[in-house]
């Protein structure tokens, strides 16, 4: 098993920034990594996804404001999000596809 723990979540006002980051316990292969977030009362969603050849599949409703990277002398998985809004309020989960693991979640709350 590979932990993965997440980091860098926090309450921040509208238009405000985070980065998150997802660091693995051990020395891993990366594989398919992406970011899910989950709201109070609503389904797991995807939100970002890094694959082969470095190449990023966004949802729809943060595109253009949120950028997932990885660093892989690091051993870790970063998410860059900008222009917070109040809908982006939910906890923030990093996932490996290779080893079908989850993080534990990081909170972010956008509220002025």
Do not use: H
Request: hydrophobic share 35%; net charge positive.
């Amino acid at each position: 098993q590979v932990n993965l723990v997440e980091s860098g979540g926090s309450l921040v006002q509208p238009g405000g920034s985070l980065r998150l980051s997802c660091a693995a316990s051990r020395s891993i292969r990366f594989g398919d990594m992406a970011w899910y977030r989950q709201a109070p009362g609503k389904e797991r969603e995807l939100v970002a996804a890094i694959i082969t050849n470095d190449n990023t599949i966004y949802a729809d409703s943060v595109k253009g404001r949120f950028a997932i990277s990885r660093d892989s002398a690091k051993i870790t998985v970063y998410l860059q999000m900008s222009s917070l809004k109040p809908e982006d309020t939910a906890i923030y989960y990093c996932y490996s596809n290779y080893y079908s693991t989850w993080g534990q979640g990081t909170q972010v709350t956008v509220s002025s």
